[in-house]
């Protein structure tokens, strides 16, 4: 893949195309999902990536309801149509790596490592949480605010600049 092209990122997934039918368009944005990273798993220079199935919310992958629901409290989040428009983005941005519209940080959390993947032009953040011998999908979301941008941009250029010291 050549690092010069312009990423064209998979069509957005909408609910008006099932007539706003959200139980139609909710088993539909759960297929892509599970298509992706429960029935098999992409690599992510060269490790697997996968979605832990368990726990469960209402019978599905807590991850799919993580990527897909916004909230800070777990166990009441709420559906986000932005993110759920976006469902193909995770997978995409992992296939297209690395490409120079992809911005790739990792960042110590406790005791965890997440590596950050950011496309600024769309807006949109991935995390994979390292382990020992696979990545976890961690999360995946739209950045709605600006100032939430500049922010995961100061994050992108501090690692950098950390690199290269």
Do not use: C
């Not at 490790?47 to 800070?72: C, K, M």
Request: proline content about 4%; hydrophobic content about 35%.
């Amino acid at each position: 893949m050549s690092l010069a092209a312009t990423l064209v990122f998979p069509d957005l997934l909408y609910l008006e195309d099932y007539n706003g039918n959200f139980e139609a368009y909710f088993e539909e944005v759960y297929q892509v999902f599970s298509a992706h990273f429960l029935k098999s798993n992409p690599h992510f220079e060269g490790i697997r990536v996968t979605a832990p199935r368990y726990p469960e919310v209402d019978g599905l992958s807590r991850t799919f309801y993580h990527i897909t629901h916004q909230g800070d409290d777990e166990q009441n989040r709420e559906p986000d149509i932005r993110r759920m428009e976006r469902i193909r983005f995770p997978k995409f941005k992992i296939d297209n790596h690395p490409h120079a519209e992809l911005l790739v940080w990792e960042k110590e959390m406790g005791r965890d490592t997440r590596i950050h993947i950011l496309n600024v032009t769309e807006s949109y953040l991935l995390v994979l949480n390292k382990r020992k011998d696979y990545l976890l999908l961690w999360t995946a979301f739209y950045i709605k605010l600006s100032h939430t941008l500049r922010k995961k941009l100061k994050e992108y250029e501090a690692y950098k600049k950390a690199k290269t010291a």
